[in-house]
C-alpha cells in the first residue's frame, strides 16, 4: 500500500488565496472601523463645542419688572 503524504499543489494554493482574501478583508474592515470611530470623535468634539458655545451666563440674569 503506497500513502503519499504531499498535498496537490492546487489545494495549497486554494487555502492560500482564500487565506489572503480573508485577511484582506479583515485589514478593510478594521481601517473603515478606525475612520468611523475618528469620525465620531469629530462629532462628539463639535457636539460639546456647540454647546458651550450655546451657553451664554448673561441671559437670564438681569430682568425688568413693571406692574
Sequence with gaps: M???????????????????????GNEVGMQMLSKTLETQDAMGASMIRMMENSVNPAVGGNFDMSV
Excluded at 13 to 19: I, N, W
Aim: hydrophobic share 50%; charged share 15%.
Design 2 to 24: 503506497d500513502v503519499s503524504m504531499a498535498a496537490p499543489t492546487g489545494l495549497i494554493q486554494d487555502v492560500s488565496t482564500a487565506l489572503s482574501a480573508a485577511r484582506l
